[in-house]
């Protein structure tokens, strides 16, 4: 929750805008260091999560590197202080305009998807007189339990080679001279809770890095991709993602070859607990059943629970009142599925009210749009209020 003088500042503030918390942050990125550092492993941090720049600017000089999955993702991690021999360019449909920009930056590492890609980095490369060093991103097959528009890793997404490709890439790459096979990728999807899809993919990893090996190939990268899921329902009691656990299933089940280096690609355990998006209530609407709470921000501000019924936190943050009320929480825009929540029990609320949806910090910002022709969202930083 909010201290009192955070909310007078915010009453203060045209609303809606996302509120973060860059103490939060700070101390969330510290932690997940710390507990990598342990075992050596390498963090990238996924920019589409949030790729505000105050936001990028504090993940950077924390020393992360960046997993990029566009052109100018690529770009603003460097304009933001990213190290450019630490960022990773992933995505299915890389367009060459975006590789150039990638290669003409000497990244660390592309995360390819398919051997026609392959194809097409090697050309490009070739264009520059460059060496392009790639990762093969790999469908493991592996069952991430989490929603399925966020479930990557099985043979029926789009994402990734499959492992009966294996032969023909391989066989081809021997002929791709302006590329340099350094890793194996794998990234199974996102809001994972359940640890067990981690120990998972470790397993078939494993069995992947051991395929590769008899073939006399030892990638010096092991990438396991991101995400670690956060807790929506509780913020308060985990503001920080249990780091230390989520290390140690890679600690306990990935079997590394010598020289062999885990990198890993939080995205939303990083960045989520650390931001809210206040909005101003407009009316309040008693329906059949119903009392709506009809919000200044909606689906154009944060999109997740339209997109795929995510669950977020909503509290009236200014309402003194002890009578307890539920309301379906919903924005101003022109779809039946712009609404935040459903039944959410808040103290009588009245137009002017205070509401802040928690735990927004990733994949909110990043997927505002400006559907009915609404101004973009703007960012408003702790220590500046
Ligand atoms: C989205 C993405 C991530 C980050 O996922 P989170 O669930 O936010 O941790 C990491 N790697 C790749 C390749 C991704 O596409």
């Known amino acids: 929750m909010f201290e009192e003088k955070t909310i007078e500042a915010f009453r203060k503030l045209p609303t809606p ?27 990238h941090y996924a920019l589409k999560a949030n790729s505000n720049p105050r936001i990028l600017q504090t993940i950077s000089k924390m020393g992360y590197g ?44 592309f995360n390819c998807e398919s051997l026609q890609e392959l194809e097409v980095i090697n050309g490009l490369a070739a264009g520059m007189g460059a060496t392009a060093d790639i990762a093969l991103r790999i469908n493991p097959n592996v069952h991430a339990f989490t929603h399925k528009y966020i479930t990557t890793g099985l043979e029926e997404n789009k994402f990734g080679i499959n492992p009966w490709e294996f032969d023909a890439i391989l066989e081809r790459l021997k002929q791709l001279r302006n590329l340099e096979l350094v890793g194996l990728h794998f990234h199974i999807g996102s809001q994972i809770t359940d640890l067990t899809a981690f120990k998972n993919l470790c397993v078939r990893v494993n069995e992947i890095n051991q395929w590769f090996a008899g073939q006399h190939i030892f990638p010096r990268i092991i990438n396991l991709g991101g995400g670690l899921g956060i807790d929506y329902h509780h913020p308060d009691d ?74 977020h936190k909503i509290q009236n943050i200014t309402s003194r009142s002890e009578e307890k009320i539920k309301y379906d929480v919903v924005g101003p825009i022109c779809e039946s599925s712009d609404c935040f929540g459903k039944s959410v029990l808040m103290p009588m609320t009245q137009r002017g009210d205070l509401v802040a949806i928690r735990s927004a910090g990733a994949y909110g910002e990043t997927m505002a749009s400006q559907y009915n022709l609404r101004d973009l969202v703007k960012g408003v930083y702790s220590g500046e209020i």
């Open 17 to 43: 805008f996302y509120y973060y918390d860059l103490d939060l942050l700070q101390a969330t990125l510290k932690i997940a260091m710390e507990e990598s550092t342990k075992h050596g492993y390498k963090l």
């Open 66 to 109: 960046a997993d990029c999955v566009s052109g100018n993702e690529v770009s603003r991690a460097i304009e933001n202080g990213f190290d450019p021999k630490q960022v990773v360019f992933s995505g299915v449909g890389k367009s060459d305009q975006e590789i150039n920009v990638a290669l003409a930056q000497d990244i660390l590492c």
């Open 238 to 311: 985990n503001l920080v993602p249990d780091f230390k656990s989520y290390f140690n299933v890679f600690r306990e089940f990935t079997e590394l070859l010598p020289g062999q280096e885990l990198h890993l690609e939080p995205g939303r355990a990083l960045v989520a607990q650390c931001g809210s998006l206040i909005t101003k209530v407009l009316y309040i609407k008693n329906g059949v059943n119903v009392n709506f709470a009809i919000c200044d921000a909606g689906m154009t501000e944060l999109i997740r629970p339209a997109l795929y019924q995510a669950f």
